[in-house]
């Protein structure tokens, strides 16, 4: 117990030894954190309702979607663009205040996905390990608990990723505090009729516990719900649904077969939102040189 305790509060361990396989196990007491964030969306009974904070919730999750699919998946995951260390920094503390870990951490263990998919060695596969578990449960596990350094040596330089991913829960908390002290602002009292309690509740618990799961369930429910346009060596799916609710990240098989793109929406009206707020940035000079889809690749999908 004391171990657990003391993994609060000390940063997370990173290391470039691999983990070893077949000793996952949750640990349930480091995890109750995150545990006490899904049952405090009961808050949600106990605060006034309105209009204005389930906009708020909106906005919150979407910008945070946004930063994890953008930043910590195509970006730091994939290399599908390329930005200045400003706009890194900010993409990698917005999408780190999801409490999704940190920006080291996330583009590691999401490369080791990559590298043993839907195998022995892929933690986050409901093929080899059971639907719960790799929705939620390998997120509370000891094997989720460090950085694997030597699947992210191109990130290592950078100082400031370093520090916001051993010290993860600053953005989280940060994100928390602003909430609640912008319900308790005289303006939002005034013009929203609202309270820091309930800023608290909609603008960041619901929408953190909704953006868990829509990530996770990439992980789960894009392995086996949906369509197969290519022949990869997984179960990965194009799944509609998981697409609407990760801003374009469901187009999973497509992600599989050719995982450098920064458009995963390879075909007309598959929805990705991501890749057009990417463009629009790109415009502005804030990110460039966005990877395409060739056109050998859609040549390669299954009619």
Known sequence: ??????????????????????????????????????????????????????????????????????????????????????????????????????????????????????????????????????????????????TFLREIPDWLKYKELRFINRYDWIPVLTLALFCYWLGETSWAISKLETSGAQLFVWGFLVPTVALYHATFSVNSLAHIFGKRKFETLDESRNNALVSVLTLGEGWHNNHHFFPSSARQGFFKGQFDPTHRILQVLSFFGFVWGLKKTPSWVQEKAIS
């Open 1 to 146: 117990m004391l171990s657990a305790v003391l993994r609060w509060i000390l940063p997370p361990p990173e290391t470039f030894e691999n983990p070893v396989e077949g000793q996952e196990k949750v640990e349930w007491f480091r995890c109750i954190p995150f545990i006490l964030i899904h049952l405090s969306v009961i808050g949600v009974l106990f605060v006034n309702f309105s209009w204005w904070c389930v906009a708020i919730a909106f906005i919150s999750y979407c910008v945070r979607m946004f930063a994890i699919t953008a930043f910590y998946h195509r970006y730091f995951s994939h290399r599908a663009f390329e930005t200045n260390r400003i706009v890194q920094f900010l993409g990698a503390f917005v999408a780190c205040s999801a409490g999704q870990r940190g920006p080291l951490w996330w583009s590691a263990h999401h490369r080791r996905h990559h590298k043993y998919s839907d195998t022995d060695l892929d933690v986050h596969s409901p093929k080899s390990k059971s639907v719960l578990w790799s929705h939620a449960l390998w997120f509370m596990s000891d094997y989720a608990l460090p």
